[in-house]
């Protein structure tokens, strides 16, 4: 069975541009989290989407935002770009994003975005 | 606010010794803990969980233990390797569709 599939794997943008970046979950799994990791701040909850619904979302400005199709492929948006957006975005899915042992998150590599 | 945090961002280790790596959660009413491993370029990984109603629990390795009381959690590494160098994520599940993840510690293990 195929992994958590994210693309593009680098990114490259200037301040004020927009970029959306794209998460394909394992078959079969229908909740797709979305984190933002900085060596500064960790990783950092942005949102998770269940059947094309956002279900929780962090504490991100409105300038981030995601969506999910009905395949549970899901892509997140960030518009008006800021240096401090420079970061390794990581998608993660699990079978029904309730929390336990059989809903384990399983991560893809990331997309490495930077903002000059 | 929510956080699981770490006592010690960096740990070294001999080959062939025990690791320990401690973490703390605020949120008392977190019933599911789980360890990640991140390697350099790649998304973390699921080493092992634990459910609230536990206060140990073992796997190839590795042993997570819990105490609630105090809101701690650690994760035991018997015989580390080489291959354990990484950073060391613990987290917990709100429950409420969000994962919450530590600030991390990176382990190396010295040959």
């Known amino acids: 069975k195929a992994g958590v599939t994210q693309t593009p794997r680098y990114l490259i943008k200037t301040r004020g541009q927009q970029v959306t970046l794209s998460c394909s979950p394992i078959?079969?799994?229908?909740?797709v989290s979305w984190y933002q990791q900085t060596p500064g701040q960790g990783l950092q909850f942005l949102f998770e989407y269940f059947s094309e619904t956002q279900r929780n979302k962090g504490n991100f400005p409105g300038r981030f935002s995601g969506r999910q199709f009905s395949n549970s492929r899901s892509e997140m948006n960030v518009s008006t770009l800021e240096l401090g957006d420079s970061a390794l975005y990581l998608c993660a899915s699990s079978l029904e994003g309730r929390g336990g042992t059989n809903e384990k998150l399983f991560f893809g590599s990331g997309t490495q975005l930077s903002v000059l | 606010g929510e956080s699981v945090g770490l006592h010690l961002p960096t740990l070294s280790v001999q080959e062939g010794d025990n690791s320990i790596i401690n973490c703390a959660y605020s949120?008392?009413?977190?019933?599911?803990f789980i360890w990640y491993k991140q390697e350099s370029g790649k998304g973390p990984q699921f080493i092992i969980d634990i459910r609230s109603n536990m206060d140990k629990r073992q796997g190839q390795r590795v042993t997570v233990l819990l105490n609630k009381t105090v809101k701690h959690l650690s994760l035991q590494i018997a015989a580390t390797q080489p291959g354990d160098s990484a950073v060391y994520f613990c987290a917990e599940n709100t429950g409420g569709f969000k994962t919450i993840f530590g600030a991390g510690t990176r382990l190396f293990v010295k040959a």
């Open positions: 949120n008392s009413a977190s019933d599911y």
């Open positions: 078959s079969g799994h229908r909740s």
